[in-house]
């Protein structure tokens, strides 16, 4: 991999920060046992950038986000910006990141670590051993396309309305980055959407299918109701492998995925862009799981999706997947110490932020010797 690869990062609000810092420890002991190293800037996004320039997001942090290798993101958002008008909330913050690095494809993995099988509300044959990828089309569909908005009528009441609209182009470039991701793993894709009562849902299904016949040489796919998705990824989850969806419906079975896995604590994600000249994508990764400002600054965040998140930054944005799969194993060992974050629950020992950072240091040494 090469060295001094551009990091910007944006811890954003609530623990977002606490688990940045405690993650910013995995490129200390990298520099320092692997002599790989990175240029890191961080910027403000979401809450803390309005409250320092009335903006979830400054013009220069986005020019520098364009120019950096990859974006390791924390988390945004808290009740005291709830009444902010729409354009200042923290949420625009991400989303412009996502629309304007055109970052299209979200991997959501669900992966079931073997010592938290017991910690799924699921039987545990049901979700042990459970390795899913669910990729939502992030940049276009109902929460960018226009018309939106609410109107009011003549007679005083209201109507609001969003519109759900893709392109053929939107859909075949998610649907090739399933077909990638597919061949590396089981080779099998379920696309899923609503054709049976949503036309842009008819046009997706006829799209992935026509596309499959060209680029999908190999590939197992399969069509499935959003609804019905939501309620197999409860009834039998490892029937799926690689899940494609818009942005509506991933939003929703990338959560449903979630709780497979027994806590938002665990689950990292990335969010990529079409290859640069050079083949590399822009990138950013985050955990799922939001900025829980309930518990922010009390050492009671889990860090391990945002490590995880990291981990996939190795993988995907540096091609690293020898420190990807040790910092994953890490993780494993240290849940099987026993040691649990308070969201986890189960294990023989609650333990801090720090003191988890602590363990998958620990077994980072250990596996390294």
């Known amino acids: 991999?090469?060295?001094?690869?551009?990091?910007?990062?944006?811890?954003g609000d609530g623990i977002g920060p606490e688990v940045i810092?405690?993650?910013?420890?995995?490129?200390?002991?990298?520099?320092?046992?692997?002599?790989?190293?990175?240029?890191?800037?961080?910027?403000?996004?979401?809450?803390?950038?309005?409250?320092?320039?009335?903006?979830?997001?400054?013009?220069?942090?986005?020019s520098e986000a364009i120019d950096c290798d990859a974006i390791l993101f924390g988390a945004v958002g808290g009740p005291e910006y709830d009444d902010l008008p729409?354009?200042?909330?923290?949420?625009?913050?991400?989303?412009?990141?996502?629309?304007?690095?055109?970052?299209?494809?979200?991997?959501?993995?669900?992966i079931v670590f073997p010592p938290l099988v017991e910690s799924s509300t699921l039987k545990p044959e049901i979700v042990s051993g459970l390795d899913i990828l669910i990729l939502r089309e992030l940049t276009g569909g109902?929460?960018?396309?226009?018309?939106?908005?609410?109107?009011?009528?003549?007679?005083?009441?209201?109507?609001?309305?969003?519109?759900?609209?893709?392109?053929?182009?939107?859909?075949?470039?998610?649907?090739?980055?399933a077909f990638d991701l597919a061949r590396k793993r089981s080779s099998k894709v379920t696309s899923v959407e609503k054709a049976?009562?949503?036309?842009?849902?008819?046009?997706?299904?006829?799209?992935?299918?026509?596309?499959?016949?060209?680029?999908?040489?190999?590939?197992?796919l399969s069509h499935m109701y959003a609804d019905n998705c939501a309620m197999q990824l409860v009834r039998n989850p490892k029937q799926f492998?690689?899940?494609?969806?818009?942005?509506?419906?991933?939003?929703?079975?990338?959560?449903?995925?979630?709780?497979?896995?027994?806590?938002?604590?665990?689950?990292?994600?990335?969010?990529?862009?079409?290859p640069r000249k050079d083949g590399s994508r822009k990138a950013m990764y985050e955990p799922v799981h939001?900025?829980?400002?309930?518990?922010?600054?009390?050492?009671?965040?889990n860090p391990l999706a945002q490590v995880l998140s990291f981990s996939m930054m190795l993988r995907y944005s540096f091609n690293d997947s020898e420190n990807a799969n040790l910092i994953e194993n890490a993780v494993s060992d240290a849940l099987s110490s026993g040691a649990r974050t308070k969201d986890l629950g189960g294990g023989?020992?609650?333990?801090?932020?720090?003191?988890?950072?602590?363990?998958?240091?620990?077994?980072?040494?250990?596996r390294s010797k």
């Open 1 to 11: 991999m090469a060295v001094n690869k551009k990091i910007m990062i944006m811890p």
């Open 21 to 62: 810092n405690e993650t910013l420890r995995l490129v200390e002991w990298l520099s320092k046992n692997k002599s790989i190293n990175f240029d890191i800037i961080e910027r403000d996004v979401g809450g803390r950038s309005y409250d320092n320039f009335g903006t979830p997001l400054t013009d220069e942090a986005l």
């Open 86 to 110: 729409f354009k200042h909330k923290p949420e625009q913050g991400l989303l412009t990141l996502r629309k304007e690095l055109d970052l299209f494809a979200n991997l959501r993995p669900a």
């Open 142 to 177: 109902i929460y960018f396309a226009e018309p939106r908005g609410i109107d009011t009528l003549s007679d005083g009441s209201r109507k609001g309305y969003d519109t759900n609209l893709y392109t053929t182009s939107e859909i075949e470039r998610i649907g090739n980055v």
């Open 196 to 220: 049976n009562v949503m036309h842009s849902g008819v046009l997706w299904r006829d799209t992935i299918t026509d596309l499959h016949k060209r680029n999908g040489n190999g590939i197992q």
């Open 241 to 274: 492998d690689v899940i494609v969806c818009d942005n509506l419906f991933g939003d929703i079975l990338s959560d449903v995925a979630a709780m497979l896995t027994g806590s938002l604590g665990m689950l990292p994600s990335a969010s990529l862009g079409s």
């Open 290 to 301: 939001g900025s829980a400002p309930d518990i922010a600054g009390k050492e009671l965040a």
């Open 348 to 366: 023989t020992s609650i333990v801090s932020t720090s003191s988890m950072m602590n363990l998958v240091l620990d077994a980072m040494d250990k």
